[in-house]
């Protein structure tokens, strides 16, 4: 057992039955991976990103073999090397950027998407993945390095900037650029990462300054930390990123880093959920997990004399909300690493209440009891849908938990490397990683 309480069977499953998601739901002739099980889901750039990080941990774990790896990776790199960039609405991407959604097999954009920075930064992410793991020499491992390289320095990062410090949330076709910029806390972590450590078309040190200006520090339940909501962003970036002992100039003055950030998130979570404001239905020490996630709204409904709203999918938050009592299993177990003396618990209650019966990918992604109380007999709502950006953090983050794979995998990614250091991170494993570095172009 670890300090979770879990045995190395129950992570196996957990681990094995997420994966399959990114065996079925995929289009092997271009590595496009289903944003949902819905029928006709388009293809989210964001679940191909996962993808392509899990890849390494099937083959680590015997869920795939390595040459099946090796040649779903290849698909995947291949079709987006040759996927049309243009200022098209149909077009796959452009500026190195690439549509939210994809059609499934043509590989273009699906109906009125944004360009999207954060799920390219995401897809760009698991490229690096791939690459940092095939480090044969064979040709079809070369040719991986070789694809996920191009990909990431034709990115151009400025432009995505529309001459503000910050980055843009993306952009449309006629319409330009969105409106939103991302700032505040977020996951746009790895966005910013990604950007500095570009070596052609690099942020500027400016905008990673700019952005953590906007961060909030909160006292919540006793427990200080950079706030943002949906346990989500607390941990996308800490799927690519070992951020324990390593301090940027924000973290340095809070004496703190952003691993121990996301502890304390995880643990006001499960402190909120015990708290209920709200009133809840199921709630509690071994309840909790609000992130984005799906729902059983839109809708309003009176439950025990309370006028209630409940959403369709929407990224959920603790404690300022949107809260409408449902719950994401899904990220509890991605907050592993963090907590695994509470999430071990929580994982075996969700388990019990047997949201993992009968599923083909693990346990349910969202459940909402509250809603059950306006039904007879009570039935709980599930999600009938799962999603890729759902399991994609279980594999990895589990994995990390268990062998620091996908982190030790990133430590030798140049790119990253110098992303972290122009951000000012410094300390840690980061001292033994100055032999990585590579030229990055001086600022103008």
């Not at 999207?116 to 993945?129: E, P, Q, R």
Request: net charge neutral.
């Amino acid at each position: 057992m670890t300090e979770s309480g879990l045995s190395p069977e129950f992570l196996d499953a957990a681990q094995r039955e997420a994966f399959a998601y990114f065996l079925h739901e995929a289009n092997p002739e271009n590595g496009l991976i289903a944003d949902k099980t819905a029928p006709g889901s388009p293809a989210s750039i964001a679940a191909v990103g996962f993808a392509l990080t899990a890849y390494p941990v099937g083959a680590e774990r015997g869920l795939l073999s390595r040459t099946d790896a090796i040649a779903r990776v290849r698909a995947t790199l291949r079709f987006f090397d040759a996927s049309v960039q243009s200022a098209e609405a149909d077009a796959t991407g452009y500026k190195g950027f690439y549509y939210h959604f994809l059609d499934m097999k043509s590989g273009r954009r699906a109906w009125d998407c944004e360009l999207s920075t954060i799920d390219s930064a995401i897809l760009l992410a698991g490229m690096l993945a791939a690459a940092a793991y095939f480090s044969g020499d064979s040709d079809e491992e070369r040719e991986i390095r070789e694809l996920a390289d191009r990909l990431y320095r034709r990115a151009d990062w400025n432009w995505a900037r529309n001459g503000g410090a910050t980055v843009t949330h993306g952009w449309k076709p006629k319409r330009g650029f969105l409106g939103y910029r991302w700032e505040g806390y977020c996951e746009a972590l790895i966005l910013y990462l990604l950007g500095l450590g570009s070596p052609t078309h690099p942020l500027p040190a400016e905008s990673y300054a700019r952005w953590t200006d906007t961060y909030a520090w909160r006292n919540l339940y006793g427990h200080e930390f950079v706030y943002a909501g949906p346990l989500f962003i607390h941990q996308f970036s800490h799927i690519w990123v070992d951020f324990r002992g390593i301090r940027d100039a924000y973290m340095r003055e809070k004496q703190s880093d952003y691993f121990e950030n996301s502890r304390r998130a995880t643990l006001a979570q499960r402190q909120y959920a015990i708290a209920n404001p709200s009133h809840f239905a199921g709630y509690g020490p071994n309840g909790w997990g609000i992130s984005a996630s799906d729902g059983p709204g839109p809708a309003s409904f009176t439950t025990k004399g309370v006028k209630r709203r409940f959403f369709g999918y929407l990224a959920r938050g603790a404690p300022d909300g949107p809260d409408d009592g449902c719950l994401a299993p899904w990220a509890v177990a991605a907050s592993l690493p963090f907590a695994p003396e509470i999430v071990g618990p929580a994982l075996r209650h969700f388990a019990e209440l047997k949201l993992r019966e009968n599923n083909p990918y693990g346990f349910d992604t969202t459940f909402n009891a509250t809603i059950a109380e306006r039904t007879k007999p009570a039935q709980v709502w599930i999600s009938p849908f799962h999603f890729g950006i759902n399991q994609g953090p279980v594999v990895l983050m589990v994995e990390n938990h268990r062998t620091g794979l996908v982190w030790e995998m990133m430590k030798r990614c140049p790119y990253l490397v110098d992303g972290l250091r122009r951000a000012g991170f410094s300390g840690g494993w980061m001292r033994d990683a100055s032999d990585l570095t590579t030229q990055v172009p001086s600022e103008n």
